[in-house]
């Protein structure tokens, strides 16, 4: 490596006119020879490629992508009604001017799946990524503090994490009146455990790597390394993990709007739509069950093959450390 | 080995404690005066009444006290008591836990005996359509909400063939399930499926982690045959890690429960919370959390200290 290091000795004269800007000079220096025309393919690249070529990831990315243009484009596109009651067109079969049909209040069962996909797709998601962050923060410090503060933080985990989440999630929604934040917290705060004991993991391997003994010895202090080394470096499992965290987000709403406790109406997520469906499954409308139900397990089913996907991905890029 | 479950065994109670914290910490965040709930809201009028009722039950000591005082009451089996339902939660739980039990039961051993020939055969046809249908089928379980999959199984059983009961056995006491047995097919199908998609998962890439190890090619190497080397080395083997799966993934079957017993008004503990959730009966909310987290905890050291004596590479 050092030396192909361009020094004023072995550059060509068209290198040593002063360039204008440095992206100039950069390509001249690829232009001499001297740098490589293309960057040695990173880690992110490779995996990446790794990515891409698992055909179900590729599906479930184009789900998702397909999924969050309908929710929150369509409804510019497509007027339905979405908020009045109106029992003249109550469960009206699929036919024209509503495509999918009218529900048990009237509304536009094609417009009323876009807005609760909003719903479900935004609280799912914020609480996944808040979940993900606690947890990284609390297993990263807890891993790489070490000792009794370690102990301390996991018999913690331990126990939340041994109240089933459904369980705990239920108490704490039945207190509060169920807004779209509050479910994001709720959500976020009974499911950020299993993250935090994957991170610690990590950041046990990771504290006694060179680089962040390095950075010790240098005068570091902890918070950096926590923030700057041990996270970042974990971002992989980390990417894995939220990308579960997000399908079982979207489950727990779902099954939370089923059990009578979740945003509570004239807001609706799938899971609300769907179970109000399902009070009519036995009179055989049954484009109040199949679209909302569809979205839930096409939405789900898409992001575990992202996951699984990004899985590879990121063992491909642990190989080479 | 003796140490390590001394140590562990340790640990659990420490969880224990911190579980009971918790659960006091929620009881009492709960929004609103214990007097006033208990006794209605006509008791603003009285305020002697209020400072009587919270000298006789404590409320009037600071919060470590009151905790104290509940926690010796919790050593003693009272779990608290029910206003809305006018019972101890303790006897609550004895009408109720049994009932789930038996169902959590029946579907985990379904499940179990499914999920490892299921993974086996995943794991020795990897990336092949066995391998390919299975995946498919444990993801779409994973991600149909476990209601609608209950509704389905009795639209299809129920309501078009008329084989099954909708509705799980009904009545006190625990005979009933065995004598309407019919009527408990359907939950504990719906409860198995939704296990057995968790479980496969992990029965194949046990099998799949355990194909690659030494002694799988030493035994090829001395001739035994494909057959056995899977049945008598590599089943075994991948049973181990399944022990510690059983233990961990305790606390999403009792969540199957919960939307299962709901969805067939089955009269366990996950309907009994399901329907005091809203009705707000905090009492029995927080006894039943209690009680399913010392289950799980229990279940967990167990399985950790099965680990240890069924893997002798294990050393602590």
Redesign the interface.
């Given at each position: 490596m050092a030396n192909n290091l361009p020094t004023s000795a072995n550059l060509p004269p068209s290198a040593i006119v002063p360039p204008s800007s440095a992206a100039e000079a950069h390509e001249a220096q690829i232009a001499a020879g001297i740098l490589p025309a293309s960057k040695p393919r990173s880690a992110f690249r490779r995996g990446l490629e790794v990515f891409f070529e698992n055909r179900l990831s590729v599906a479930g990315v184009a789900v998702i992508v397909i999924m969050v243009v309908f929710c929150f484009l369509g409804p510019f596109f497509y007027h339905g009604n979405t908020s009045g009651v109106n029992f003249a067109q109550e469960t009206l079969p699929p036919g024209t001017g509503h495509p999918l049909g009218t529900d048990q209040l009237g509304q536009d069962v094609l417009g009323r799946l876009m807005t609760s996909g909003q719903i479900s797709l935004t609280v799912g998601i914020a609480a996944a990524v808040l979940a993900t962050v606690m947890g990284v923060l609390w297993g990263s410090i807890a891993g790489y503090v070490g000792g009794v503060v370690d102990a301390i933080m996991m018999?913690?985990v331990?126990?939340?994490?041994?109240?089933?989440?459904?369980?705990?999630a239920?108490?704490?929604v039945?207190?509060?009146t169920p807004t779209e934040t509050v479910l994001i917290l709720v959500i976020a705060l009974t499911s950020w455990l299993s993250t935090s004991r994957l991170i610690r993991g990590e950041a046990l391997s990771l504290r006694v790597r060179e680089y962040v003994q390095a950075m010790r010895v240098m005068g570091g202090g902890s918070i950096r390394a926590v923030l700057r080394h041990i996270a970042p470096n974990a971002i992989g499992t980390i990417m894995v993990n939220l990308t579960f965290q997000v399908?079982d987000a979207i489950?727990l709403i779902?099954?939370l709007s089923?059990?009578?406790?979740g945003i509570r109406p004239p807001e609706e997520d799938w899971?609300a739509m769907?179970?109000g469906g399902?009070q009519y499954?036995?009179n055989g409308y049954w484009w109040l069950?199949i679209p909302s139900?569809a979205c839930?397990?096409?939405v789900?089913?898409a992001i575990?093959?992202i996951g699984e996907g990004l899985r590879d991905a990121v063992e491909v890029r642990l190989q080479r450390r | 080995m003796a140490l390590y479950i001394v140590r562990r065994l340790f640990q659990a109670v420490v969880v224990l404690l911190l579980v009971t914290l918790i659960t006091f910490a929620l009881l009492r965040s709960i929004p609103g005066n214990p007097a006033v709930a208990i006794m209605g809201p006509n008791v603003f009028r009285d305020p002697g009444a209020i400072k009587l009722f919270d000298q006789t039950y404590g409320f009037n000591h600071p919060w470590y006290y009151q905790y104290l005082l509940w926690l010796k009451q919790l050593l003693r089996g009272d779990l608290g008591y029910s206003w809305n339902l006018n019972q101890s939660v303790a006897s609550l739980l004895g009408q109720h836990l049994v009932k789930s039990v038996i169902l959590v039961g029946f579907a985990v051993i379904l499940a179990v005996l499914f999920a490892v020939p299921i993974g086996m055969a995943q794991a020795v046809r990897r990336n092949k359509p066995t391998d390919h249908f299975f995946n498919g089928f444990s993801t779409f379980f994973y991600a149909t909400p476990s209601f609608l999959l209950g509704i389905l199984l009795i639209l299809i059983f129920s309501d078009k063939l008329g084989w099954f009961p909708a509705e799980g056995p009904q009545g006190e006491g625990v005979t009933v399930i065995f004598q309407n047995f019919n009527a408990m097919i359907l939950p504990i199908a719906t409860l198995t499926l939704i296990t057995l998609a968790l479980f496969s998962r992990y029965m194949r890439s046990a099998v799949i982690d355990n194909l690659t190890e030494d002694y799988v090619r030493t035994a090829r190497a001395k001739g035994v045959s494909r057959r056995q080397i899977l049945y008598r080395h590599v089943m075994r083997n991948s049973l181990i890690p399944m022990v510690t799966l059983l233990g961990l993934q305790l606390p999403q079957i009792v969540a199957g429960a919960v939307v299962t017993e709901s969805v067939f008004n089955f009269p366990g503990i996950g309907y009994l919370f399901y329907t005091q959730a809203q009705k707000q009966d905090y009492p029995t909310l927080l006894g039943i959390i209690l009680v399913v987290s010392l289950a799980v905890i229990v279940g967990s050291l167990l399985a950790d200290i099965a680990y240890a004596v069924l893997d002798p590479r294990v050393r602590y």
């Open positions: 018999r913690i331990d126990a939340v994490l041994s109240i089933p989440v459904l369980l705990l239920l108490v704490i039945a207190m509060v399908a489950g779902v099954v089923f059990l009578g406790l899971g769907l179970s399902v499954a036995f069950i139900g839930i397990i096409l789900i089913t575990l093959w | -």
